[in-house]
């Protein structure tokens, strides 16, 4: 059977350097020079290699076409930080990259991937490997492709550091990793980072004001949460810091404690970056039915005058997001779980909370029936726990409200999302108002609403949330 070898890979992330190393150290391995595309399938010899950049948009009809012909097709796809490619330069001091093309091509080689179309086997290998660690590669090679080599006084690749860290580059990835949050994703996969402390390393030297409206000015993203207002029904905190953004999270009942039901600041990661993060508690578990919103309007002005502002929220957080949204001039309006309704009279199955919910005498917001304006877009995401759903049934089927339900039925379903490595992508999508099929998860449409085939993640013990928790 003829073997073919498709090098392949945007320039910069080592396949040339790759493509030397074969034509030095795999004999029985006929590697073409320079940048020779694999279609037309060439057809001659044994074992061939080849290497082109444009193959990797080609890859799928390079696969059928090795399909058809008999020949084993094994992908070699080279990649590197997508951090440093988004900071490289062309001699004209143009960016390469952006983060769309990153996405894409992390998207083309898994979707190849899931669709087995490759007769032999898909590789990929890191820039910063080839250079720094051969012998890795040569081990790679050898175990995934069967190949033999014999190891020589290969050059030394063309990475040799990390460029991404320096200073005039912060601006650059801030605004690449917000406008394209996949990106974080495709980090994640790729083993470069697994979550965001880079990021907020990379904001922390930074400092910026925002006005408060009370003559106090706040620091940066990092210099801590401070109180704005508190009294007896209400809490509003910050976490400032620079950007165009506002993001009002609204907190849940909280996380049980010695019997305690303890509420503190959620979704805190948000902050680097995409502006002023503020905290509004319900104090006494209301449902807002005790908050006076006129004064959360007030308090909150500041800060979300002349910024897009997205409110955000679990459980009964994201109830408030979505009865808030409209009042706050919220642009996006984002809730895990939510309950359409906690009053007896609209959702009597309701038992849930019910140490909270029997001490609420005026029901003010009976429910969320007309809470939706149309100028927000509303993301809902639900677990399938039999309580969820009849809340799920409640809920309007409108234009510019997406409902998402999960496969996992832990009423905690931000928690889930987290253990998937998911959590923040998938609100940095709904921020940008990311279509369905773009999201960072898998769905398909299913009578009005998206089903998302996502369970439970496997995950080391961590402490649970009681059943009134909304972490």
Same mark, same amino acid.
């Given at each position: 059977?003829?073997?073919?070898?498709?090098?392949?890979?945007?320039?910069?992330?080592?396949?040339? !350097?790759?493509?030397?190393?074969?034509?030095? !150290?795999?004999?029985?391995?006929?590697?073409?020079?320079?940048?020779?595309?694999?279609?037309?399938?060439?057809?001659?010899?044994?074992?061939?290699?080849?290497?082109?950049?444009?193959?990797?948009?080609?890859?799928?009809?390079?696969?059928?076409?090795?399909?058809?012909?008999?020949?084993?097709?094994?992908?070699?796809?080279?990649?590197?930080?997508?951090?440093?490619?988004?900071?490289?330069?062309?001699?004209?001091?143009?960016?390469?990259?952006?983060? !769309?093309?990153?996405?894409?091509?992390?998207?083309?080689?898994?979707?190849?991937?899931?669709?087995?179309?490759?007769?032999?086997?898909?590789?990929?290998?890191?820039?910063?490997?080839?250079?720094?660690?051969?012998?890795?590669?040569?081990?790679?090679?050898?175990?995934?492709?069967?190949?033999?080599?014999?190891?020589?006084?290969?050059?030394?690749?063309?990475?040799?550091?990390?460029?991404?860290?320096?200073?005039?580059?912060?601006?650059?990835?801030?605004?690449?990793?917000?406008?394209?949050?996949?990106?974080?994703?495709?980090?994640?996969?790729?083993?470069?980072?697994?979550?965001?402390?880079?990021?907020?390393?990379?904001?922390?030297?930074?400092?910026?004001?925002?006005?408060?409206?009370?003559?106090?000015?706040?620091?940066?993203?990092?210099?801590?949460?401070?109180?704005?207002?508190?009294?007896?029904?209400?809490?509003?905190?910050?976490?400032?810091?620079?950007?165009?953004?506002?993001?009002?999270?609204?907190?849940?009942?909280?996380? !049980?404690?010695?019997?305690?039901?303890?509420?503190?600041?959620?979704?805190?990661?948000?902050?680097?970056?995409?502006?002023?993060?503020?905290?509004?508690?319900?104090?006494?578990?209301?449902?807002?039915?005790?908050?006076?919103?006129?004064?959360?309007?007030?308090?909150?002005?500041?800060?979300?005058?002349?910024?897009?502002?997205?409110?955000?929220?679990?459980?009964?957080?994201?109830?408030?997001?979505?009865?808030?949204?409209?009042?706050?001039?919220?642009?996006?309006?984002?809730?895990?779980?939510?309950?359409?309704?906690?009053?007896?009279?609209?959702?009597?199955?309701?038992?849930?909370?019910?140490?909270?919910?029997?001490?609420?005498?005026?029901?003010?917001?009976?429910?969320?029936?007309?809470?939706?304006?149309?100028?927000?877009?509303?993301?809902?995401?639900?677990?399938?726990?039999?309580?969820?759903?009849?809340?799920?049934?409640?809920?309007?089927?409108?234009?510019?409200?997406?409902?998402?339900?999960?496969?996992?039925?832990?009423?905690?379903?931000?928690?889930?999302?987290?253990?998937?490595?998911?959590?923040?992508?998938?609100?940095?999508?709904?921020?940008?108002?990311?279509?369905?099929?773009?999201?960072?998860?898998?769905?398909?449409?299913?009578?009005?609403?998206?089903?998302?085939?996502?369970?439970?993640?496997?995950?080391?013990?961590?402490?649970?949330?009681?059943?009134?928790?909304?972490?």
């Amino acid at each position: 059977m003829q073997r073919h070898i498709v090098i392949t890979g945007l320039p910069g992330t080592g396949s040339e !350097e790759l493509q030397a190393m074969l034509a030095l !150290e795999a004999p029985d391995l006929t590697v073409h020079p320079g940048d020779t595309a694999a279609l037309p399938l060439p057809g001659q010899g044994e074992a061939i290699c080849t290497r082109s950049p444009g193959d990797l948009f080609a890859s799928p009809d390079i696969a059928l076409a090795a399909g058809r012909e008999g020949i084993r097709l094994d992908l070699i796809v080279t990649i590197r930080d997508p951090r440093d490619l988004l900071v490289m330069r062309d001699p004209g001091g143009e960016h390469v990259y952006d983060g !769309e093309t990153l996405v894409l091509v992390h998207a083309i080689t898994t979707e190849l991937d899931r669709a087995g179309i490759v007769t032999g086997e898909i590789v990929i290998l890191r820039a910063e490997d080839i250079a720094a660690s051969p012998e890795t590669v040569r081990a790679t090679l050898r175990d995934r492709l069967g190949l033999s080599l014999h190891p020589a006084d290969t050059p030394a690749g063309a990475v040799t550091e990390s460029i991404w860290q320096r200073a005039e580059h912060r601006d650059r990835l801030i605004d690449a990793f917000r406008s394209h949050p996949a990106l974080h994703e495709v980090m994640r996969a790729q083993g470069y980072a697994e979550g965001l402390d880079w990021l907020v390393k990379l904001m922390t030297p930074a400092r910026a004001t925002a006005p408060t409206g009370a003559g106090r000015t706040y620091g940066a993203w990092g210099d801590g949460i401070r109180t704005l207002h508190d009294d007896e029904a209400m809490k509003v905190t910050l976490l400032d810091g620079p950007g165009d953004h506002a993001i009002i999270t609204f907190i849940g009942v909280g996380m !049980e404690t010695g019997g305690i039901d303890q509420q503190s600041e959620e979704f805190r990661k948000l902050g680097p970056g995409l502006g002023p993060q503020i905290f509004v508690f319900d104090k006494a578990r209301s449902w807002g039915n005790a908050l006076d919103f006129d004064l959360l309007e007030q308090v909150t002005a500041p800060f979300r005058t002349g910024r897009e502002v997205t409110a955000l929220g679990l459980s009964m957080g994201g109830f408030l997001a979505f009865h808030a949204a409209g009042l706050l001039g919220a642009s996006r309006a984002i809730a895990f779980a939510p309950q359409f309704s906690m009053c007896p009279d609209v959702v009597p199955f309701e038992r849930r909370w019910s140490g909270y919910t029997r001490q609420i005498t005026d029901w003010r917001i009976p429910s969320l029936q007309d809470a939706f304006v149309p100028g927000c877009r509303y993301t809902a995401i639900f677990p399938n726990d039999p309580a969820d759903r009849k809340h799920v049934a409640l809920f309007p089927r409108r234009d510019n409200l997406r409902i998402f339900l999960l496969d996992a039925a832990r009423h905690n379903v931000a928690g889930t999302l987290k253990d998937h490595g998911l959590l923040y992508p998938t609100i940095w999508a709904c921020i940008r108002d990311t279509a369905p099929d773009d999201m960072p998860f898998p769905c398909r449409p299913d009578n009005g609403i998206w089903r998302v085939p996502l369970g439970e993640a496997p995950a080391p013990a961590k402490p649970q949330a009681s059943s009134s928790a909304s972490q």
